[in-house]
């Protein structure tokens, strides 16, 4: 499925590629920290990382009524959080975070907790990531930079933007236990943001 919404995408001319240069750890709990830009930061995510398990952190309305996605994030290991209550959405970051690491899953957050819709990034949230880390010691948080996938959606809904590529950087894999917390946070935004176009 991931792969066919990859591919859908070379009908509006716009290709997607994804640049990683480091070897990941295998075995192992990654989590992929991004930028979020749109719908379409999801299906490419899972398509090129797809060894590694990847289990994303939604809010819950995503969890009904988009076609294949909602299935997939209902049905598939995903956290669904409620974004207007933050003690359930810890709560449900708990669980997740104990799943992913019972289960030799990896979790893909994207911490500005909404989407870009111009590209620019919004300020990093520390409590997600806090949460995966804490219950996944012995992973490794691997930064993801998202360019160009707010182009598709940059009129609206409809119609989409055409023949932006997206592109997808991957930064080096840092060990949960080689930062303090706040170091660690503070690392992989400025990693992120530094390769924002």
């Not at 669980?95 to 909404?114: M, Q, Y």
């Not at 997206?166 to 400025?190: R, S």
């Amino acid at each position: 499925m991931n792969f066919c919404l990859v591919k859908n995408l070379l009908l509006l001319g716009i290709r997607v590629k994804v640049d990683n240069q480091h070897k990941l750890p295998e075995n192992v709990t990654l989590i992929f920290v991004a930028n979020h830009q749109s719908l379409f930061d999801i299906s490419p995510i899972s398509w090129h990382f797809r060894k590694h398990k990847p289990k994303f952190v939604s809010k819950k309305e995503l969890g009904k009524g988009i076609p294949s996605v909602s299935y997939n994030l209902t049905h598939g290991g995903a956290a669904l959080i409620d974004r207007k209550n933050a003690k359930l959405a810890l709560v449900e970051l708990g669980k997740f975070a104990k799943r992913i690491n019972k289960n030799n899953w990896s979790a893909v957050i994207f911490p500005e907790g909404t989407r870009s819709k111009n590209g620019k990034p919004k300020r990093f949230s520390a409590n997600g990531l806090k949460m995966l880390t804490k219950y996944n010691p012995e992973g490794y948080v691997v930064p993801l930079t998202i360019n160009n996938s707010w182009k598709v959606f940059k009129y609206g809904n409809f119609p989409f933007g055409i023949g932006s590529p997206i592109t997808i950087k991957t930064h080096a894999p840092i060990a949960v236990k080689a930062l303090p917390f706040e170091e660690l946070l503070a690392t992989v935004e400025q990693a992120i943001i530094n390769d924002i176009n």
